[in-house]
């Protein structure tokens, strides 16, 4: 991946390390990311297994960066943003992947009308097989935009959207998807260790058997709903299992769970947007 842009995040946790890591897996220069965090041993043991350039203050990577990535915890954004505020320049692009932020809270807490994306991607970016929604304020350019996505989409699929209360859609789906899977492998590894079944074995089964699913769903050009209907016969041991999840209104367990995460994210908007 060819690129002279010099990234750089402010935040060295576990979505930060997977973009880095996405990028540099898919080509990216080492040498133009820059990190800052305040766990000194996280940044180093950033530096030493991804080779980048770390820096204990944020004012010092925002110098030496021309995108800088939010990627911190929703409660501590406004008081990153005000570190910067003064010394922001009109050349910086902004990327927040923080959940909740609206970008006109980000703009007031950095003091003025930057260009700021607002995204939301998730984990499996590490293995460039992540999905990234995006949004763009009014003052980011069509140049900008093409930008952040050629860096995005190197880690998966990026979707934009035209309203910023989508993003909040989004998290709720993919932003903290992968969780609701990892939940669904459990389940399943605990139930078949209790059908006998040896817990490696069952494991495996159960990570398997995710990861074909949802190949054949990516693969196939078919629909969730005609997939489940071809491996489901009628009166067979699928079947079973179907009616007993729908029994349990699976599909409304679903729902209101994505609503929770949605409800959180704009709880979030409100809660912390007013901040000073």
């Known amino acids: 991946m060819e690129n002279k842009t010099v990234i750089g995040f402010i935040g060295a946790g576990n979505m930060a390390y997977a973009l880095i890591k996405g990028l540099l897996n898919n080509g990216f220069d080492a040498n133009q990311i820059n990190i800052s965090d305040p766990n000194e041993e996280l940044l180093l043991n950033r ?23 939010f990627a911190v915890k929703p409660q501590v954004l406004s008081s ?21 932020i609206r970008s006109s809270d980000i703009n007031r807490w ?62 709720a789906i993919s932003g903290s998807g992968p969780a609701y899977f990892f939940l669904l492998m459990e389940s399943m590894k605990q139930a ?24 054949m769903a990516n693969k196939t050009g078919k629909d969730s709903r005609t997939l489940r209907t071809e491996v489901t016969s009628p009166n067979g041991t699928t079947q079973s299992a179907i009616e007993s999840f729908q029994d349990q209104n699976f599909e409304g367990i679903v729902a209101n769970a994505t609503r929770a995460a949605y409800d959180r994210a704009r709880e979030l908007s409100n809660e912390l947007g007013d901040a000073e």
């Not at 040896?198 to 074909?212: K, P, R, V, W």
Request: aromatic share 6%; glycine share 8%.
């Open 47 to 69: 530096e030493s297994e991804l080779k980048v350039t770390t820096y204990p203050d944020n004012t010092a990577l925002l110098s030496n960066s021309d995108i800088i990535f």
């Open 80 to 100: 990153v943003c005000l570190e910067l505020k003064g010394v922001v320049k009109s050349k910086h692009l902004f990327v927040s992947i923080v959940a909740g």
């Open 110 to 171: 950095l003091g003025g009308n930057f260009s700021l994306i607002r995204t939301m991607p998730n984990t499996p970016a590490l293995f460039q097989s992540g999905v990234t929604g995006l949004f763009a304020n009014e003052v980011v350019d069509n140049e900008q935009k093409s930008l952040v996505e050629s860096i995005l989409s190197s880690v998966g699929e990026c979707f934009w959207v035209n309203e910023e209360k989508l993003i909040d859609a989004i998290t």
């Open 192 to 215: 078949g260790m209790a059908l006998g079944l040896d817990e490696e074995t069952a494991n495996s089964l159960s990570i398997q058997t995710a990861y074909g699913a949802s190949l």
